[in-house]
């Protein structure tokens, strides 16, 4: 009588199980709900194309420059006016004191001073008159060459699109984020190429906000050195190299990281 | 979803490597056979404890010893006789049987009785201390077990990093948390293990020290009676 083990092999093994289960729903329950944000990511991605996409061909830039110039010219009436009152006040701070000192003089001195005004009012009117003529005029050159370019960019614009890819495809692969990395941020970098293919300088135009992620992006740009796409586009198309793509711009989003 | 499902507990194991599933396996195999030992030991040593207070109440409430003897006699037949009455059925029956000889004399018949209950004790300890030995090597192995199964894999998920173009996190923690399922299984068998095992051994120990005492003053009752006899 030694005690039996009969009894005591099936309390362990149900024991066991029990755990194992209350294991396995408990760990699974924990992990679904982390795994919902993940399909976001590839989400995101995609905009972020399209968004720079739309930057790169953005016919808008017309519109632009008008209404830049009517901002100009609204301020430069503005200024005038401003001017004109200065005038006028010193002209009555002048005649007040010419009143006290005697009235001839004070009129000879008025009226000179009336005609003086009106002479460089006049100048100044013929001068702004000519300078908004020119203004115009370059304007319209300006807008017609954008246009033309507007023209031949979206024509070269998925040739753009496939190279910019492939840089950034380049940079990516050998991009390693730091541990301070988080999702969803995203650094901006102007990269200056020259025709052999070579980066000159890169430069973070817009910072993530954690210097060891643009230190990393910088690292990237450089690590790389030669794109031999860039190189390739800079033989076969020189003037679509020297318009898009010796200085290009590529936006680098952190993403896929599990935290 | 991929990932999910690497995650789970299942994913884990599954993926772990062979000798760490193996290693796995064999920490799991300690758990349910030192929670049988466990459940086993436990219930025969609080019933050896029960047993042993009902007796000795029955011993001392100055009944007549034949009468006591005749009492177990229908379980001794059956074999399951164990704790102190074994003891001093083992202890009286050598009594009377040298008595009845006749020829001895009483140191004779008092050594010979507490022979016999000597043996009977060392049966006895035997039977208290059966599976002690194999709670400790659990308690003290298990977690030494389980750490080489993590060494292993985390040293295998770093052999892996090696070969990675970009070594973020995610790509080694999946590894090192694999790894780490054997430590944390290690653990899970030694614990109850090693408590059990303090448990146990002071309570043998104090029904050991109780059949001792036990044995002592029945051969006292015993030798009283040799001398009054003669």
Known sequence: MNGSYGPAIVISVALHAALIAVLTFGWEAEHKRELKPMPKFVQAKLVTLESKAQKKTAPPKVDLIEKKRRQQELERQRKAEAEKKRKAAAERKKKLEAEKKAKAEAERKKRAAEERARKEKERKEQERKEQLEKERQSAFEEALEEEEELSEASDDAAAVMSVAQAIQQRIEAVWSRPPSARNGMVVEVQINFVPTGRVVASTITKSSGNAAVDRSVSTAVKKVEVFPEVAEVAREEPSLFERQIRTTKLIFRVEGLRQ | ?230
């Open chain 2, 1 to 230: 979803m991929n990932a999910g499902e690497q995650l789970s507990l299942w994913g884990l194991i599954s993926s772990a490597s062979l000798l760490v599933q193996l290693v796995m396996l064999m920490l799991l195999m300690a758990s349910v056979i030192s929670w049988v030992m466990i459940i086993q030991r436990g219930s025969y040593l609080s019933r050896a404890r029960k047993s042993l207070v009902n007796f000795e109440r029955r011993f001392w409430s100055g009944s007549d010893l034949n009468q006591l003897f005749r009492d177990g006699n229908a379980r001794a037949e059956k074999g399951r006789m164990d704790g102190v009455e074994s003891i001093f059925r083992a202890g009286f029956t050598e009594f009377t049987r040298l008595r009845q000889q006749g020829k001895s004399s009483p140191a004779a018949v008092m050594e010979g009785t507490e022979r016999a209950m000597r043996v009977a004790m060392s049966r006895e300890q035997e039977k208290v201390e059966m599976n002690l030995p194999f709670l400790a090597t659990v308690g003290s192995v298990s977690p030494y077990i389980g750490l080489f199964g993590t060494v292993w894999g985390i040293m295998n998920s770093f052999r892996g990093l090696a070969t990675m173009h970009q070594a973020t996190i995610a790509t080694v923690a999946p590894g090192i948390s694999e790894a780490l399922v054997a430590t944390a299984m290690g653990l899970f068998a030694a614990i109850p293990a090693v408590m059990a095992y303090n448990r146990y051994s002071a309570r043998a120990e104090w029904l050991l020290s109780s059949y001792e005492t036990f044995a002592e003053e029945f051969s006292s009752i015993l030798h009283r009676k040799v001398h009054a006899a003669s």
